[in-house]
């Protein structure tokens, strides 16, 4: 079974800073993928980033990226230059191996853009 | 714009009736997702189809049922309806049943009264 990890219910950051969202994971799986999805107050769920797991290089998605520590089982989100467009609860989510599609979530974060 | 679409948008309706939930995948896309967002359980998932055949089962209640036609629409029941059904059920849709990610569509907000 994967469990998905956020330990930060909320976090906020004023426009055109640099803000970190925590993940972290827990998987027997030796081949699974990483994802960020973003909940706008519109409620669409939207594919922020993605990382495989046997890629040793983190994922770079215009002004958002991931640090992907596999030994620590960590995968963080870093949204550079935050826009008001940003704020959003973002997920993060797990598959791999024998759960086949079956997206596995965390308990979301909550970020504020202060103007 | 996902390219997933689910009808209808909001449902309201009682304790004890039943609802249907409707979900076309992305052109081209085989495998169907349901997902269930709720605010004491979170996003769970509840089944998956692949090409018109149930691939993977999770938190589905037995009260829920789910099918996928043979155009690839997918449709999610729910019967004897409980206040605590009230949720957003999300549909996503992947291409294939494997490593590919979801795309999901806008959500049916379920409130039960």
């Known amino acids: 079974a994967q469990t998905v990890t956020q330990s930060q219910p909320e976090m906020s950051v004023q426009e055109a800073e640099t803000v970190t969202l925590s993940c972290t994971y827990d998987?027997?799986?030796?081949?699974?993928?990483l994802f960020w999805y973003k909940q706008p107050p519109s409620r669409q769920m939207i594919l922020v980033i993605r990382?495989?797991?046997?890629?040793?290089q983190n994922a770079t998605e215009n002004r958002f990226s991931v640090n992907f520590q596999k030994a620590a089982k960590s995968f963080s989100l870093k949204i550079s230059d935050s826009q008001l467009g940003d704020a959003a609860m973002y997920f993060c989510?797990?598959?791999?191996?024998?759960?086949?599609?079956?997206?596995?979530f965390g308990q979301g974060t909550i970020l504020t853009v202060h103007p | 714009d996902s390219g997933v679409t689910q009808t209808p948008k909001h449902l309201i309706t009682a304790t004890g009736q039943r609802v249907t939930l409707r979900c076309s995948p992305r052109?081209?896309?085989?495998?169907v997702y349901w997902y269930q967002q709720s605010l004491d359980q979170g996003l769970q998932f509840l089944i998956q189809?692949?090409?018109?055949?149930?691939?993977a089962k999770g938190n589905i209640l037995e009260r829920f049922s789910a099918q996928q036609f043979p155009d690839l629409h997918s449709e999610l029941n729910l019967s004897s309806l409980e206040l605590g059904d009230s949720a957003l059920y999300f549909c996503?849709?992947?291409?294939?049943?494997?490593?590919?990610?979801?795309?999901f569509g806008d959500g049916t907000r379920l409130s039960i009264l």
């Open positions: 052109s081209g896309d085989l495998s």
């Open positions: 996503a849709s992947s291409s294939t049943g494997g490593y590919q990610p979801q795309h």
């Open positions: 990382q495989e797991a046997y890629k040793q």
């Open positions: 189809y692949y090409n018109g055949e149930e691939r």
């Open positions: 989510a797990s598959f791999g191996g024998t759960s086949y599609g079956k997206l596995t």
């Open positions: 998987t027997s799986e030796s081949d699974y993928y």
